[in-house]
Structures are given as C-alpha cells and as structure tokens.
C-alpha cells in the first residue's frame, strides 16, 4: 500500500480505483471505493468527498457510469472511443493544479477538451481574469492550426506595462504549460529556427490570423514532435539533463575538456584536431564553447548547432564595428 496525502489526490486516486477494480459487471458502491481507498492509497475519504469528486470526474468529461444509470454504483465505460486509462489523466492532473477559482475551474475543464496544458508541478498563485480569455483564443488558434498575432508586454521598473515593441508579434501557438505560477504558451516565430514561449498574462491584443501555423515537424528540434515536458524542464528550470554533443576542437584544448567534463567526454585525434563526444547539459557544453570560440566547432546535434549560430549572429548585431 503506497500512502497518498492531500486532498488534490483524492480524484486521481478514485480514477485509479475504478480503472483497476471496477467494471461493468462489478460497478462499485461508494463504500467499496472508500474501502479502496484506505486499501491501496492509506487515504481517508468521507461519502460526500467521494461523491463531489466522482460528479468532478464526470465533469472532466470521464466516461463514466453511476449509481443514478445504472443502479448499482459506479464503472468507466470503454464506449468514449478511448479505454479509460487513456481518457487524459494529465487533464485531470492540470484541473486539480491550476488555480482555485470559479472560473479558473470552468476554464481550465474548457481547455482541456482538445489542447492539453502540461502542468509541470503544483501551482497555487491567483491568475488575472483576463488570462483566461487569452487562453481560449490561443486554444482555438492551436486547433485551428493557425498563427496569432499579440503586443508582448514588459514590466516597467515602477509596475505599469508598455507593448515590448509598437508592431505586433506574429508567431505560430503549438502549446501550452502551467509553471511558476504563470501561463504559457509554446511558439515558432517566421524566420527564427527555434521554439520560443511567452507568458500569457503578458500578451495583449490578440488575434488570430488567416495565416496557417508552421508545421512543428519543420523546426530542426522538432522532428520527432513537440516533447512540452523536456521544453518546460530546459527552459524554465534549466534542468540538469544531459545531452549527447560532437565538438570539433584544437588539441590544446585536450585537457580543458577533461577538467570540464571529466567522464562525460570521450576524444579521438582527427587530423589536427580532436573529435570529441561529450555528454553533458547544454548549458555547461554552450559555456565551453563560447569561451573557446576560435578553436572549437560543434558539429552536432544540428539544432543545437543552429541555436549557437543564431546567438553568435545576434551578438554580432549587438556590437557593431566602430
């Protein structure tokens, strides 16, 4: 028995009970579920708390069978098009997490219905009223598989906000995520070869467009999809997850790779140089590079090849000859 506290867990755990112990030929009665409970998850439930999350479930558009239909208690139907277990949990998980409020609630249960919001952990911070709104029409550009275009807001040092820039944005939505505290949405801009993410409190004035968004497929990044997790893990936590780099570099460099990376580079001599693998987080392979930019070259990943490239160009721009 694995114990479970807190009562955000308390549907989850229901939605799990049912999975694995309830049927069509043996629905459950609620005093089974709560039996359930204390059995599997060491949780304590009273009849009403089971019943105001077992009609959330339903809410939450689970298929599911009640007392009230059938007239012996409580099954997830397999008739959705989908079996149960595969009936978005991870909706399930975003309602719990999201903000409480009235209208968070109403929101988020919309949201979830064809664009699914990665929650990456807990969230409790009150969002504005108008973020919901925006999020809708974001949903709705994400299935329509259409561009936005949107002012990108900025804090002022004394609280008030300024449009970042007078023209708009115009960028292709693909997803959205909930982390610290602040709603997301995941983009490609036209021109630019990489994700980008702006907060959704931040965007005013947006509109959708009769443009077609890029295929996410396009992006060198993506091509295997859009993994929202790992994006959310490397951009907003910075995460130390390592990643598989080829560098080409001088051979004087041979024991500044060592001290760097220790174990995680392996090095062969090609030609005048030296091929090396290393297997570190980006941000530590990026820091190498850059203070090692006359004599080193990464080869590989493509993408991550291009990322440096755009920052380099970009830095370029920033400081002008003269």
């Known amino acids: 028995m694995t114990e479970t506290k807190g009562k955000k867990a308390l549907s989850l755990c229901i939605l799990r009970v049912l999975e694995q112990h309830a049927g069509k030929g043996n629905p459950l009665s609620t005093r089974r579920i709560i039996e359930y409970l204390a059995e599997d998850y060491g949780m304590i439930a009273e009849r009403k708390a089971v019943g105001r999350n077992l009609l959330l479930l339903q809410e939450m558009g689970f298929p599911l069978s009640t007392y009230q239909e059938n007239g012996k208690g409580y099954f997830l139907r397999a008739d959705a098009g989908v079996e149960p277990h595969e009936h978005n949990p991870a909706a399930l998980d975003a309602y719990l997490r999201a903000p409480r409020s009235e209208q968070s609630e109403r929101a988020i249960a919309r949201l979830q219905d064809k664009v699914p919001v990665y929650v990456s952990e807990a969230e409790r911070g009150k969002q504005p009223e108008s973020v919901f709104l925006t999020l809708d029409l974001l949903k709705e550009a994400i299935e329509k598989k259409v ?65 077609a968004a890029r ?62 693998e290393i297997n570190a987080p980006w941000e530590m392979v990026r820091k190498f590079l850059v203070n090692n930019l006359k004599h080193t070259t990464l080869l590989a990943p493509a993408w991550r090849r291009a990322q440096i490239r755009e920052e380099l160009l970009s830095a370029l721009s920033t400081y002008p000859q003269g």
């Open 147 to 211: 561009q936005i275009s949107f002012l990108n807001m900025v804090i002022r040092p004394d609280g008030s906000r300024a449009p970042q820039r007078k023209t708009p944005f115009t960028v292709s939505p693909y997803a959205l995520f909930l982390a610290e505290g602040s709603y997301y949405v995941i983009v490609s801009m036209s021109g630019y070869g990489r994700l980008l993410h702006y907060r959704c409190d931040l965007m005013d004035q947006v509109h959708l467009t009769a443009l």
């Open 215 to 276: 295929k996410i497929e396009t992006l060198i990044e993506c091509r295997d999809g859009l993994d929202v997790a790992a994006y959310v893990n490397r951009t907003i936590y910075r995460t130390d997850v390592k990643e598989l780099h080829t560098v080409l570099c001088a051979e004087n460099l041979t024991g500044d790779l060592i001290d760097t990376f220790g174990d995680g580079v392996s090095m062969r001599p090609e030609g005048e140089t030296i091929r090396a």
